[in-house]
């Protein structure tokens, strides 16, 4: 079994930054794979990033065509937490937050694929 608390979110105007993070336990060697996904009131939910350990230094990260070269993911193997420094953010990137890992999703986007999930972290950017 794997645990996943995010935490971080909040309100911010639009062009402000948060650093949402993820404290990963239990089973860690399940969380090959970790991403964060969001979901909009009446949407559905998708992927924002993700991150593959491959194994020593040996890292992949994925993002979403709309949020490439705003936000950074990151993974602390030594503290067991994932992060996603989110800069310039617009209205648009209002949503619930989650953080998922999985052994081997079908994609890194697929959230019907992930099987941890943590309860998630509102982030709200106004105009």
């Known amino acids: 079994q794997v645990q996943l608390v995010e935490s971080g979110g909040g309100s911010v105007q639009a062009g402000g930054s948060l650093r949402l993070s993820c404290a990963v336990s239990?089973?860690?060697?399940?969380?090959?794979?970790m991403g964060w996904f969001r979901q909009a009131p009446g949407k559905e939910r998708e992927g924002v990033a993700a991150?593959?350990?491959?194994?020593?230094?040996?890292?992949?990260?994925y993002y979403q065509s709309s949020v490439k070269g705003r936000f950074t993911i990151s993974r602390d193997n030594a503290k067991n937490t994932l992060n996603l420094q989110m800069n310039s953010l617009k209205p648009e990137d209002t949503a619930m937050y989650y953080c998922a890992a999985d052994k081997r999703p079908g994609s890194w986007s697929d959230y019907a694929t992930y099987t941890y999930w943590g309860q998630g972290t509102q982030v709200t950017v106004s105009s």
């Open positions: 991150i593959y350990h491959g194994g020593g230094d040996t890292y992949v990260t």
């Open positions: 239990g089973y860690t060697r399940s969380t090959y794979y």
